[in-house]
């Protein structure tokens, strides 16, 4: 599929939700209703977002060691560089951002960078599959929506079982796959090679019973403080509920809503999924309008002044990274 047609596809699935979410709100409500959100918890969520952030750059420091040095690479500040790419540019644009970030350290490869993010991928959906099942057990919903659910922890299950038998036959995978590679011609093998040999070695690194306790705790912080945010969120608005379930449940299905493709900031998605959660627990759709827009406006400005700083501290501007990104990853297209 085009570049341009993934756009117009990301637009209209949003333009859809967003249309979900609003055709029948009621704008003076809701206007009202944000007018009255408590500063204080707002900045909580501002703080908690910080701290979810840099929980994500220490669990992705963790798998990057697995293949390289990152003494002197800025991890941290690349999350937060890729997560404003996500957030401001289409295409989620942001996850060949930090990557390209790291790599320019000249410590790891771009593509052996870009086969770690999908390794920090697989931790977010087992997180996702772990709270799905506290969800389950939680929280009252729908027959369709348990369905899903039970849909969701499924997919987990059978990603952690492919990703134990990977770990499991890494060095197997290589020996084979190294010759069918060799007779690629030599740029492209070159590529390949590199982002294979990032992905088998970052999954071999976890056999290291250390490193992949690491890496699951900082994966359990990350979601935990997720769900804080989404109930400090209820907090700053009086949204009557129980806070804990609430935030798993939000956690849970905002994270499925927002891997659909959409427009930058994951905007209409967003508000879609936080709306299905909070009708679970009977919030009124004032209510729950003005929360999908305070949760995701809190992080979306948090994220960018994060990104917008680390960009100022490396002397980069963010088109050019963005551009160069771009063709880094067409150039390691043939590794996926």
């Not at 922890?153 to 059978?158: E, M, R, S």
């Not at 700053?236 to 927002?258: M, N, S, W």
Request: net charge neutral; glycine share 8%; hydrophobic share 60%.
């Amino acid at each position: 599929m085009s570049r341009a047609l993934q756009l117009l596809v990301s637009l209209a699935i949003s333009a859809g939700a967003l249309w979900y979410c609003f055709h029948d709100s009621d704008l003076h409500g809701l206007a009202v209703t944000l007018s009255h959100a408590r500063w204080t918890w707002i900045a909580a969520m501002a703080g908690i977002t910080v701290v979810t952030m840099v929980l994500r750059g220490l669990r992705w420091r963790v798998l990057l060691g697995t293949v390289g040095p990152v003494d002197q690479t800025p991890v941290i500040a690349a999350t937060c560089i890729g997560f404003m790419g996500n957030m401001v540019l289409p295409l989620r644009a942001g996850e060949a951002i930090r990557p390209f970030v790291v790599a320019r350290s000249g410590q790891i490869s771009m593509p052996a960078a870009l086969a770690t993010v999908a390794i920090d991928r697989l931790f977010d959906m087992v997180m996702l599959g772990f709270f799905a099942s506290l969800t389950l057990l939680l929280v009252p919903i729908p027959e369709n929506l348990r369905a899903a659910a039970r849909g969701v922890v499924v997919l987990v299950l059978v990603a952690i079982v492919a990703l134990v038998v990977i770990i499991r036959l890494s060095e197997w995978i290589e020996a084979r796959a190294t010759p069918l590679v060799e007779r690629l011609p030599a740029v492209v093998a070159r590529v390949v090679h590199q982002g294979m040999i990032g992905f088998l070695h970052g999954v071999r690194g976890l056999r290291d019973v250390r490193t992949l306790a690491t890496a699951l705790v900082y994966s359990a912080a990350i979601w935990i403080t997720v769900a804080a945010m989404f109930a400090t969120g209820a907090l700053a608005l009086d949204i009557a509920a129980p806070l804990v379930r609430l935030g798993f449940a939000t956690t849970v299905i905002v994270a499925v809503a927002v891997s659909a493709p959409s427009a930058p900031g994951f905007l209409g998605v967003y508000q879609a999924g936080s709306e299905v959660a909070l009708r679970l627990f009977g919030v009124a759709k004032t209510a729950s309008d003005a929360f999908g827009i305070l949760t995701w406006a809190v992080q979306m400005v948090v994220i960018v002044a994060l990104g917008m700083w680390c960009l100022a501290r490396l002397n980069l501007s963010l088109g050019d990274v963005a551009a160069q990104a771009e063709e880094a990853e067409e150039r390691a297209e043939p590794a996926a």
